[in-house]
């Protein structure tokens, strides 16, 4: 799942293991044992072995999605949208194109941060692991805040949250241009901490790899594992655009960040969650979602009069208008709650 729901983290990893499967293969190739040439010893390189693995999880999550879909299509018939599904799968294609594109430092300065570290910890120890997991949990609560409150990471974002049903599908589309937005450099404190940016890459690739179950509707309340752990009903908060639910549950494996940081918000049994972005998207062309908002943004900044206005396009919350309260999360929130007032009035 590293692969397919990576934001760049797999295809650099991936990337490293090639490049040590390549010196696997050419440091065997020809060895001369008695003065004859013998072929290379067929090994089984990291390269092959990232490559089965990835191959492996693409096909399993796939699988099950498309498993779940023909379970929710049998129990309600006609309820569940293959459309959606078909172009979740045509945007994880393209995305996987777009790791060819030699675009890609997936953590840039992370090397550089590496070997000017602050310490080393043991990664061979339970208590390095342990650390790296907790290290890396921080940093992504804040990637992925940020990934809803600016709006440069909102545009790849907002390729997740698209969809308007929620199902296993929806955790593969996933937006192509994260690379770009050099979104991962949330993670670096880690590699200044001591951590390898490599195992950086695979924690979050595991990390995305947990979240896959995640995305469904089905699953009811887990009990204490609310308090710990991101689960299906926190999730689909996070999915969901009602203004009560809008910008919570930015947790990754563990939801603990957002209780400590104040959003957490839990589901309603009063409140049905409406999946999808505030103004949904009708189309299943994986093009238009993949771009929708980068040509929306441009469109903004086209008609931005000065800095101010380019700043505030590029790095506000999406909504945030240079004139008037916009469109955000706040400003919908206040007029909900001025409208309320007015008709308790
Ligand atoms: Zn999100
Ligand atoms: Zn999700």
New binding site residues.
């Given amino acids: 799942m590293a692969v397919i729901l990576g934001d760049g983290a797999a295809s650099a990893g991936a990337t490293r293991l090639n490049e040590v499967g390549r010196f696997v293969r050419e440091g065997d190739r020809w060895s001369s044992v008695g003065g004859r040439q013998r072929q290379p010893r067929v090994a089984f390189s990291p390269m092959d072995r990232s490559t089965t693995i990835l191959a492996t999880v693409a096909a399993v999550a796939v699988s099950a999605s498309v498993l779940e879909g023909l379970v929710l299509s049998w129990l309600r018939p006609g309820s569940y949208d293959w459309r959606a599904t078909g172009s979740s799968l045509l945007i994880t294609v393209g995305r996987r194109l777009t790791d060819l594109l030699p675009l890609s430092i997936a953590l840039p300065g992370g090397q550089w941060l590496y070997e000017h570290r602050l310490w080393t910890p043991d990664l061979s120890a339970w208590w390095g692991l342990a650390l790296l997991f907790l290290g890396l949990e921080f940093c992504y609560y804040g990637f ?1 805040r940020a ?2 409150r600016i709006r440069w990471f909102w545009a790849t ?1 907002a390729v ?2 698209s969809p308007n049903q929620m199902n296993l599908s929806a955790a593969y589309r996933l937006g192509w241009t994260g690379k770009l937005t050099f979104s991962l450099v949330f993670f670096l404190p880690l590699c200044g901490l001591g951590f390898p940016p490599q195992a950086i890459l695979v924690a979050f690739g595991l990390n995305l790899l947990y979240q896959f179950w995640i995305h469904t509707t089905w699953m009811p309340r887990l009990g204490p594992l609310e308090w710990v752990l991101n689960t299906p009903s926190a999730h689909r908060v ?1 999915h969901a655009a009602n203004l009560e639910y809008l910008d919570a549950n ?1 947790g990754g494996v563990l939801i603990v960040f957002d209780r400590l940081f104040g959003t957490y918000v839990p589901e309603r049994a009063d409140l049905p969650c409406r999946y999808g972005l505030v103004k949904p998207l009708q189309t299943h062309n994986p093009i238009t979602i993949v771009f929708h908002q980068w040509i929306a943004l441009a469109r903004d900044l086209a008609g931005a009069g000065n800095a101010r206005e380019v700043l505030g396009h590029l790095f506000g919350p999406p909504g945030w208008a240079p004139h008037g309260p916009g469109e955000t999360t706040e400003a919908m929130r206040a007029r909900a709650t001025g409208a309320t007032a007015g008709r308790g009035r």
């Fill in positions: 992925h990934n809803h974002h997740h949250h996070h930015y």
